[in-house]
C-alpha cells in the first residue's frame, strides 16, 4: 500500500499476493468485493493488531475471473488503498 493514490493489481485466481510492510506498521481490511473472497491481515483493526514494519504477509487471492477486491489500512484509512482484479 502507499500514500499516494490507490495500487492495482491483476492475478489470475488463486494467486499468491505478498504484503510487503516497509514504510510502517499496517493492517489490511476488506472495503468491498465482487466474485471474490475478502481478504484481511491482522483482523484489519488498529495499531495493537499492526502488522510491524519490516515484516510481510502473503494472502491467497480466491475469486473468478473477472471478481476485484478493494482494500485499505485499517491504521492509516482509506486514503491507503488498493483493489485488486483478479483475471
Given at each position: 500500500m502507499s500514500a499516494d493514490g490507490t495500487n492495482e493489481l491483476t492475478v489470475p485466481p488463486d494467486t499468491e499476493v505478498t504484503f510487503d510492510f516497509q514504510a510502517a506498521d499496517h493492517t489490511v481490511v476488506t472495503d468491498n468485493t465482487i466474485n471474490a473472497d475478502p481478504i484481511n491481515i491482522n483482523n484489519g483493526n488498529g495499531e495493537h493488531d499492526a502488522v510491524p514494519l519490516g515484516q510481510k504477509k502473503v494472502v491467497t487471492i480466491k475469486?473468478?475471473?473477472?471478481g476485484e477486491i478493494s482494500y485499505h489500512c485499517g491504521i492509516h484509512g482509506t486514503f491507503m488503498n488498493g483493489i485488486i482484479h483478479i483475471s
Open positions: 475469486g473468478d475471473n473477472g
